[in-house]
């Protein structure tokens, strides 16, 4: 203290020390601990001043209200379900129609014609047209009857052969011969690049690559199904498709020595010059 009282002496010697500014030099370290001393002693009355107050009046927390729960909604008395009787399965009758032969004219040699009744309208009235005349009910006597028989023959059972449905021929991936162009490859694909239009739209967007088709030679020779497998699209596409619809007949593909219809595929090339 005594050295800054020495320090602030020498800078104001010869200076005016009643002006106030040496009076604040020399009180500055006092005044200082004074202000420390008032502001903690407020914070701390502040701290104490809240820890007392919710000391004294502390937080209620909310109770839950109880729950009532009836237990007459949650168990639901079991419904009865009364138990019908069975019945036991009867066989239904099925009767068998009365039939009429329909006997169709043909005209034979006199020595082999044989004379047989042909029906009339009245005959066939109240009856079912089948292949023989044999007795049974009469159509306005089936009434309140289920599954009633119409006799085909003689034992019951029809003589005529069931229609055989027809198999589509199958496609071949590779065959024993495969099928080529009527001239060769290489006329293949000269055919194929006087007949081929590039696309305005592909010229123009500079669209160029390999479109791959498939198609289907057929047993003689046509082509069928014909699909883009990779396209490049900008119309080349569409041009490649129609190109080759318009292609003359193959020589067809040859399995066991019998013409067969084989899946092929072509690249068809799209190259600006």
């Known amino acids: 203290m005594k050295n800054q009282t020495t320090i602030l002496d020498m800078l104001f010697e010869q200076k005016n020390k009643a002006y106030g500014a040496y009076d604040l030099r020399t009180k500055y370290s006092s005044h200082l601990l004074k202000a420390f001393i008032i502001g903690t002693s407020f914070v701390l009355l502040i701290v104490l001043s809240s820890f007392a107050f919710f000391r004294s009046h502390p937080i209620e927390k909310a109770k839950p209200k109880p729950q009532i729960i009836d237990l007459t909604k949650i168990f639901e008395p079991p419904i009865e379900i009364e138990k019908v009787k069975e019945e036991p399965n009867l066989p239904l009758e099925q009767p068998i129609l009365e039939t009429v032969r329909s006997v169709d004219p043909v005209a034979v040699e006199d020595e082999k014609a044989h004379e047989e009744r042909i029906p009339n309208f009245t005959d066939l009235e109240d009856v079912v047209i ?144």
Not at 174 to 197: C, H
Not at 206 to 230: C, H, M, P
Not at 266 to 271: A, N, S, T
Request: charged residues 20%; glycine residues 10%; contains cysteine.
């Open 130 to 273: 089948s292949t023989i005349t044999a007795p049974g009910l009469k159509l306005s006597e089936t009434e309140g009857h289920f599954g009633a028989v119409i006799p085909i023959s003689g034992n019951g059972i029809s003589t005529e052969e069931p229609v055989k449905q027809t198999e589509e021929p199958k496609i071949f991936d590779f065959a024993e011969t495969q099928p080529s162009f009527a001239s060769g490859q290489s006329e293949m694909y000269q055919w194929l690049g006087k007949n081929l239009k590039y696309p305005r739209v592909a010229q123009a967007s500079g669209t160029q690559g390999t479109v791959y088709v498939a198609f289907i030679v057929e047993r003689n020779g046509s082509i069928s199904d014909v699909k883009i497998l990779k396209g490049i699209g900008f119309g080349c596409d569409e041009e490649a498709i129609k190109t080759i619809k318009k292609m003359p007949n193959w020589n067809p593909g040859m399995q066991n020595g019998k013409p067969v219809r084989v899946r092929f595929t072509i690249p068809i090339k799209f190259k600006l010059n």
